[in-house]
């Protein structure tokens, strides 16, 4: 329910992280929010191994994703989850956005406009 903090930069890094692809950093570039994002805080990663539980990590039954078969400098960025949050609402906000601290009630989506109702009041 609470915006997350800014992160200073000497913070300790936060283990909440997501790889993001190059469609999500085409995504938040679209939006404004990917220049929010700070570069020292995020590192690229080349190479993806993904497997289920029950296949052993080296078997035929991985698969296997390189930025090099891709013709890419990477497959995209390990990125702290607050900085995505802060970067994203920032963004939000410096579109015209409105944040509102409330519990939605209800949603009413029409042709050429939405309203809600929320803990904080009613919105159209």
Same mark, same amino acid.
């Given at each position: 329910?609470? @915006?997350?903090?800014?992160?200073?930069?000497?913070?300790?890094?936060?283990? #909440?992280?997501?790889?993001?692809? #190059? /469609?999500?950093?085409? +995504?938040?570039?679209?939006?404004?929010? *990917?220049? %929010?994002?700070?570069?020292? #805080?995020?590192?690229?990663?080349?190479?993806? #191994? =993904? *497997? $289920?539980?029950?296949?052993?990590?080296?078997? &035929?039954? =991985?698969?296997?994703?390189?930025?090099?078969?891709?013709?890419?400098?990477? %497959?995209?960025? +390990?990125?702290?989850? @607050?900085? =995505?949050?802060?970067?994203?609402?920032?963004?939000?906000? &410096? /579109?015209?956005?409105?944040? +509102?601290?409330?519990?939605?009630? @209800?949603?009413?989506? !029409?042709? !050429? $406009?939405?309203?809600?109702?929320?803990? &904080?009041?009613?919105? &159209?």
């Amino acid at each position: 329910p609470n @915006r997350p903090a800014d992160t200073p930069p000497d913070a300790p890094l936060d283990s #909440r992280v997501s790889a993001l692809s #190059r /469609a999500s950093e085409r +995504i938040l570039t679209a939006i404004g929010a *990917w220049p %929010l994002i700070r570069a020292s #805080r995020m590192q690229p990663y080349e190479r993806m #191994r =993904v *497997w $289920h539980e029950s296949v052993q990590p080296r078997s &035929a039954d =991985v698969l296997e994703f390189d930025a090099a078969y891709a013709g890419e400098p990477n %497959l995209g960025y +390990i990125v702290e989850n @607050r900085l =995505v949050q802060t970067a994203a609402l920032s963004a939000f906000e &410096a /579109a015209g956005g409105k944040v +509102i601290a409330g519990e939605l009630s @209800r949603l009413r989506v !029409h042709d !050429h $406009h939405v309203d809600l109702e929320t803990s &904080a009041g009613a919105f &159209a």
